[in-house]
């Protein structure tokens, strides 16, 4: 019988605007973006032009699924950014510097992702310092690594070294085919995004782990209750958002053809904005892989309209700001009702 009421009551329950607009307020605010700037300029609804913008997000989404990793134990990672610097760092250098192949280039800034995931798993989980406070740290350190490795200096085909000579590598083939290729006229960076969205949603909805990440992220303490090794899953997920802005970083070395320093500075506050407004789409109400792959394209497709209307460009972070803001302001107001409710 109780049963039955409450079936009524749900069905039952008076319409809300806001609820409407909460759960799919974000796609829809991205159609009338679009409509807009394809109605400003004829050249936006394109394909060459959705191609690019869906390439500029490509390494924010690497970067922003990282971040939702963290995000889903209870989480935040703040060193992502730093990370994608370090391997782009490196991998332009292992090719750049040492003229290495595809193992090295690859593996070394990779394992230095998966080093950079551990020590923020050992800061945070075993050491019990603040998630933010312990991956702030690490973002200073790992800055600092990766510009003392460099000198300060980005690396790029033939530049001059300390010792009055010419880099003897440079950035090979195969590598820049990673992030300017493409497949069946699709860039080859936005083939790797369909998938590592796709993957990461299936490993998140549909297996035991990813359900055990959400629990751990839900309830910390009820989650060690019912045998759950909490720890175990924090370590996981700190070490995925490292590893997948790690591969981020080879990607944007990839596309760009220099290894930037400090490159990573700027994907920071796109992947959190993304992750955040990923909370919203489709009333999710938690951090989740799709809504962070919409948010990513919402930040992107302001980003493109703007610079093809010529705005100046210190007016972007603005931009980013109130759509962060009326994201956070939007979920956490939500989740206010639900309490009370």
Known sequence: MPAEVSKVEANTKPFSLFDLVYKYGTVAVIAIVVLLFSIVNPYFFTYDNITDILRSISIVTFVAVGVTFSLIVGG??????????????????????????PLVTLAVPIVLSLIVGLVNAFLAVKIRIMDMLATLAMLYIVNGIHTTYSKGYSIYANMPMQDGTNAPGKFQDWFLWLGQGEILSVPVPVVLTFLLVALTHVYLTYTRQGRMLYMTGGNLEAARLS??????????????SALFAGLGGILLAARVGTGQVSAGGSMLMDAVAAAFVGFSVFGAGKPNVFGTFVGAILIGVLLNG????????????????????VALAVTYYQVRRKRRA
Do not use: C, H
Not at 78 to 100: D, I, K, R
């Open 227 to 240: 045998g759950i090794p909490v720890d175990r899953y924090r370590t996981l997920a700190y070490v995925l």
């Open 306 to 325: 703007m610079t093809m209307l010529n705005l100046p460009y210190y007016s972007y972070d603005i931009v980013k700001g109130i759509v962060l803001a």
């Open 76 to 101: 935040f990672d703040l060193s992502v950014g730093s990370t994608v610097s370090l391997t782009t760092v490196v991998s332009a250098s292992m090719m750049v510097w040492y003229e290495q192949g």
